[in-house]
C-alpha cells in the first residue's frame, strides 16, 4: 500500500439553501479543493461522493456542473457516515496504486425535508415504535448521569464550547455564543436533552483532493499525510448492551492507533461526532483522551477547548457547525487539513501536527452505531 | 403521507406477531429462541443472527422486565402522541426491548424499576386511526 496525502480541501458555509439544489449547493466546495490541490481537472481519475438521502446519482449531477465526466464515480451512502466512508474507499483505492489522483465529496440537503428529526427508515423495529435519534441519545445521557458524575451543567458546557469556536469558523452555521444559562432554558427535546445540546439541521458540501504521497511534490503546496484509515460496522446486539460506552469507537479507536503506531496522547485535535452534546462526552472517553467516567471533569477544566490540553471540534463540531449528514465526514477533514495548514485564524489549535476525525451513523436497533470511521492525518 | 400504523402493524409482522394476548387479558411479547444455539431475540425472526440457523421457535417472554434507561420525547414526527416516554426495558430472557412507558410521570420512574408489558395507544394516524403497540407500565410495589 502506498502512503496517501491530501493536496486540497475546500467546503461551503453549512446552513439552510433551501432554494438551491444538491449540485449547486457542492459545486463550489469541489471547485475549492480542486482549486486548492493544484490538480489539474484533467488528472482526476475518479470521483467518490457521500451522500445519505441526497437520491441516486449524486455524484454524476454535481460533477457534470464542473465538466468532470467520463470517469468512475462512486456513489456511497452510509448515514452521518457517508462521507467519511467515500473518503476510506477513495484512500483504499489511491493507497492500492489503482488511482493516483481523486476528489472525495460529502453533501446533504436537510431541507427538503422541511426540518425535525432526521427521517429514518421506517422498516426498522425501534423506528417503528418511535425511536427518533435525540431519544436515543437521551438515554445515553440518562443512564451515563446515573452511573457517573455527570450533571446537566456538564451537557451545556458542551455546547456553550462548541459555540465558542463556531464564532471563529466562517463556514459554521451557529456562530452566535451562548450561555449555560440560555442552553438549559432552550426548548426540551427529549429529555435531558434540549435544543441547543442538538445539532442543527441543514445543508452543506464538502470536497477534498487526495493522490499518491509520491506524486504530492509535483503539484506543490504542503500535503497533509493520511496516517490511518479505520471503519466498522456496529455490532447486533440484542441483549444488554452498556450505552455509556459507545463500544463501536472504542474498538474502532483501538484498531486505528494500533494501525497508525500512535495513541491519543499524541493527538493535537480532534474533530468528533456531536450530533448531540452527551455524544461528544462519551467519546472523550472512547477515544482515549480521558479514563472512563471523567468526561465531565475535562470539560469543566477547559482541557478540550482551543488552549486546552486536547482540542475537540474547533471548528464547532455538529453542534455549532452544523450536520448536513453525508457532507460531515469530509466536513470534519477540511477542518484537520486548515488546523494541520495553520490555517484557522481565531481558532487555531497552535503547533497541530496530528489531527483525528470520527464519524458515526446511527438509526438501526440493536446497534450502539451502524457505522463508524476514524481518521489519522499529520503534517 | 405517513400512515404509522400501518408502519408499525408491517413491522411487528416481520416473522410473525411480536405480541400475544392471554386468556385473562393480559399480553406477553414474542420473541424467538434458536434450537441449535440458544440465543434469543426480540423480535422474532426467522433466523438466528447469531448461527444463522433458521431452526427458531418462538418463545413467549416474561411478564416484566427492568428499566434500563429512557426519555420524555418532546419532539416525534407526527401521529405520535408527545410527549411520550420511551425506554429500554431488560428483560429476564436476556433481552433489551424498546418500548413506550405508559401512565407515569416521567419524574416517577427509576433506573432498574420492574414494569410490566401491556398493551396501549400510542397515538393515532390523521384519520384518527389509533396507532396500538406494546408499551410498559411501572409494577406497582407492595407495601
Redesign the interface.
Known amino acids: 500500500m502506498r502512503d496517501v496525502a491530501i493536496l486540497g480541501a475546500g467546503m461551503v458555509p453549512f446552513g439552510k439553501y433551501p432554494e438551491k439544489t444538491l449540485a449547486e449547493i457542492a459545486w463550489p466546495a469541489v471547485k475549492a479543493a480542486i482549486e486548492d490541490s493544484n490538480v489539474p481537472k484533467k488528472d482526476i481519475q475518479a470521483a467518490y461522493c457521500g451522500t445519505a438521502l441526497g437520491g441516486m446519482m449524486a455524484g454524476q449531477r454535481i460533477l457534470k456542473t464542473l465538466g468532470i465526466t467520463g470517469l468512475p464515480i462512486m456513489n456511497i451512502e452510509n448515514a452521518c457516515s457517508s462521507s467519511s466512508t467515500a473518503f476510506r474507499e477513495a484512500w483504499i483505492a489511491v493507497a492500492a496504486g489503482v488511482y493516483d489522483a481523486v476528489v472525495v465529496i460529502g453533501v446533504e440537503k436537510l431541507t427538503k425535508f422541511g426540518g425535525g428529526t432526521l427521517p429514518l427508515e421506517k422498516e426498522d423495529f425501534e423506528v417503528a415504535h418511535g425511536l427518533v435519534m435525540p431519544a436515543l441519545y437521551a438515554m445515553r445521557a440518562q443512564r451515563y448521569m446515573h452511573e457517573f458524575d455527570l450533571t446537566e451543567d456538564h451537557l451545556a458546557k458542551v455546547s456553550v464550547k462548541a459555540r465558542e469556536h463556531g464564532q471563529h469558523n466562517p463556514d459554521a452555521q451557529m456562530r452566535e455564543l451562548t450561555s449555560i444559562e440560555a442552553v438549559k432554558e432552550s426548548r426540551p427535546v427529549a429529555d435531558p436533552l434540549r435544543l441547543f445540546h442538538c445539532c442543527p439541521s441543514g445543508d452543506g458540501a464538502a470536497a477534498v483532493v487526495i493522490c499518491a504521497a509520491e506524486n504530492a511534490a509535483k503539484f506543490g503546496g504542503e500535503p497533509i499525510r493520511v496516517i490511518g484509515s479505520e471503519i466498522n460496522s456496529g455490532k447486533y446486539m440484542t441483549g444488554f448492551r452498556d450505552m455509556t460506552s459507545p463500544e463501536i469507537t472504542v474498538r474502532g479507536a483501538a484498531q486505528l492507533y494500533e494501525e497508525a503506531g500512535i495513541g491519543p496522547e499524541d493527538v493535537d485535535l480532534a474533530e468528533v461526532h456531536d450530533a448531540f452534546a452527551i455524544a461528544e462526552l462519551l467519546y472523550y472517553e472512547a477515544l482515549g483522551f480521558c479514563p472512563r467516567g471523567e468526561a465531565g471533569r475535562m470539560i469543566d477544566e477547559g482541557e478540550t477547548s482551543v488552549g486546552g490540553r486536547i482540542p475537540v471540534n474547533p471548528s464547532g463540531g455538529l453542534l455549532a457547525k452544523g450536520h448536513p449528514i453525508g457532507a460531515t465526514g469530509v466536513a470534519q477533514i477540511v477542518e484537520v487539513v486548515r488546523q494541520l495548514r495553520g490555517q484557522c485564524g481565531n481558532r487555531q489549535v497552535e503547533g497541530a501536527r496530528v489531527g483525528l476525525t470520527h464519524c458515526t451513523g446511527g438509526g438501526v436497533s440493536g446497534f450502539d452505531h451502524g457505522v463508524c470511521s476514524i481518521h489519522l492525518f499529520a503534517r | 403521507m405517513t400512515d404509522?400504523a400501518e408502519?408499525?402493524k408491517?413491522?411487528?409482522n416481520?416473522a410473525g406477531d411480536a405480541l400475544a394476548e392471554k386468556p385473562d387479558g393480559t399480553v406477553r411479547l414474542i420473541g424467538t429462541e434458536c434450537a441449535d444455539c440458544g440465543?434469543?431475540?426480540?423480535?422474532p425472526t426467522p433466523v438466528c443472527?447469531e448461527c444463522m440457523s433458521e431452526n427458531v421457535s418462538r418463545i413467549e417472554l416474561s411478564e416484566t422486565g427492568t428499566l434500563?434507561?429512557?426519555?420524555?420525547?418532546?419532539?416525534?414526527?407526527r401521529d405520535?402522541k408527545t410527549p411520550?416516554i420511551?425506554?429500554?426495558v431488560?428483560m429476564p430472557e436476556?433481552?433489551?426491548v424498546?418500548?413506550?412507558m405508559v401512565d407515569i410521570d416521567?419524574e416517577a420512574l427509576s433506573?432498574d424499576m420492574n414494569v410490566r408489558v401491556c398493551k396501549s395507544e400510542?397515538?393515532a394516524e390523521s384519520d384518527g386511526t389509533p396507532i396500538e403497540?406494546y408499551s410498559f407500565v411501572p409494577v406497582e410495589e407492595k407495601s
Open positions: 404509522t408502519e408499525l408491517q413491522a411487528l416481520i440465543h434469543r431475540v426480540f423480535p443472527p434500563y434507561s429512557w426519555s420524555a420525547v418532546r419532539i416525534a414526527p405520535w411520550f420511551a425506554g429500554y431488560d436476556g433481552v433489551r424498546f418500548a413506550h416521567p433506573f400510542l397515538g403497540s
